[in-house]
């Protein structure tokens, strides 16, 4: 368990760090942009953090893999002052959205009350890990694994955004 921690958060670190040293820093305009973006993503993280603590259900990001990307990728075509690829990515990815969005709705992921709605069946699996009992170790995994790694994944595979707004305007 310790072995794919270390791997899991070292992959989430290494990959970043080596693309930023591989291709053209960013201008003053994608930094902003991802500084923002990331505020964003640890609010997000710590909100659904605190909102599955609270409610024990631990499906709080689940609900939030399609409608993340779709965030992300209008702000960044926001910052990009709405140039015409950026805009054409968020369009492709609210369409990717809306259609993992009614997938997991018709598995019953979401409820009118926004904490409610089914719990994936590999939390109540992994709750009966000997390495995740307790309630200490099960809140730092859903603080974390859950809430933080999952959010910085989703983060993740919308920079592409990013780096298409260094040909903005061409």
Sequence with gaps: MVR?????????????V??????HPLDKLQWDALIL????????????????????????????WSIMPVVYCWHFARAAQWDERLVLMAVMVTIWGLRLSFNFARRGGYHWIPWKG????????LR??????GRLRWGLFNLFF???????LILLFTLPAV??????GT
């Design 128 to 133: 009966k890990d000997p390495n995740l009992k």
């Design 37 to 64: 973006a990331v505020r964003l993503m640890l609010t997000v993280a710590l909100l659904s953090f605190l909102v599955s603590e609270v409610t024990r259900n631990y499906s709080q990001v689940d609900k939030l």
């Design 118 to 125: 089914e719990e994936d069946y590999r939390w109540s699996i």
């Design 163 to 168: 780096m298409a707004m260094e040909g903005r």
């Design 146 to 152: 859950i809430s933080l790694y999952q959010q910085s």
């Design 18 to 23: 080596v693309a930023y040293y591989y291709d």
């Design 4 to 16: 794919t921690i270390i791997g899991l958060v070292g992959a989430l670190i290494a990959l970043p």
